[in-house]
């Protein structure tokens, strides 16, 4: 066999490796949504696509329960149920026998349902500072979460929360401010907003009962100052000239008498007693 022979088996079986290795062509896998957040209890659905032509196998793999709504060659409709906590869900496909696989982490979120607003004192002078506090029970998570104080449709003090923490807690916010005469204009509120846009969820928000605020100029107060002080002055008055009268009675009894009433009165107890 001449030396070209054998070159032309080394070629003949390099070619093959190549062609063989061509074969495994490379895909990817994407899922749909890529960010994914919803309330507890809630149900989503999920697309898996694959760029392979003619996948061997592909589906869904998850912990939670799952219905297949619709499926073509390279992609597969899902729609999973009760979302009760953050879960991982999996998206896989075979092609040439290559698998690839690409994973979608739920969060779960807890909305404001409750927005529950209180203004102390409810009735407080112009001038006079009183406290706006707004709570929300039980929301998750606190990041994204705005909560604003209202007056009518006017912002009087907004924060927004900060924090990684999941599991719900109550979030507040209290304010100090200065009463005005036309804050009994209109009725105070308080607005929970969440933001979940960028996590794969929804704009979620929630607004409390209005609040009356009762404002009176400083005005009353000095009248009810002078009020009593009136009443006190005619209380002293009377009181002053019932002893005088008293006083010039003894006195009157004592010259027709030579003894004050007071002194007889008392002698004829005493001697009533001793009987």
């Not at 290795?21 to 899922?31: D, K, T, Y």
């Not at 404001?112 to 709570?135: E, N």
């Amino acid at each position: 066999m001449s030396p070209f022979d054998g070159w032309g088996l080394l070629s003949a079986f390099l070619a093959l490796l190549c062609c063989t290795g061509s074969g495994e062509e490379a895909f990817e896998v994407r899922m749909w949504p890529g960010q994914l957040m919803v309330e507890s209890g809630e149900s989503r659905v999920i697309n898996c696509s694959t760029t392979c032509t003619q996948p061997n196998t592909g589906g869904l793999e998850t912990t939670l329960h799952k219905t297949l709504l619709e499926e073509q060659d390279q992609w597969k409709l899902y729609e999973v149920f009760n979302i009760s906590q953050d879960t991982d869900v999996i998206c896989h496909f075979t092609c040439s026998g290559k698998q690839e696989s690409k994973s979608l982490n739920i969060s779960v979120f807890h909305p404001p349902k409750q927005v529950l607003l209180k203004l102390w004192p409810t009735l407080v002078a112009v001038g006079r500072s009183f406290t706006i506090q707004c709570r929300v029970p039980s929301v998750a998570p606190l990041e994204g979460l705005t909560v604003t104080l209202l007056h009518g449709s006017e912002i009087v003090y907004s924060q927004t929360f900060v924090g990684t923490t999941l599991s719900p807690q109550e979030a507040m916010v209290t304010h100090n401010t200065t009463a005005h005469r036309e804050d009994d204009r209109h009725n105070f509120s308080c607005r929970a907003e969440m933001d979940l846009r960028s996590r794969g969820g929804d704009l979620v928000h929630s607004v409390s009962d209005p609040q009356a605020l009762d404002v009176y100029e400083p005005a009353q107060d000095n009248q009810v100052v002078a009020i009593i002080t009136v009443v006190s002055v005619l209380l002293f008055l009377f009181v002053t000239s019932v002893l005088l009268c008293f006083v010039f009675g003894q006195q009157w009894h004592q010259r027709r008498t030579g003894t004050y009433g007071v002194q007889a009165a008392w002698r004829r107890l005493r001697w009533v007693y001793r009987a």
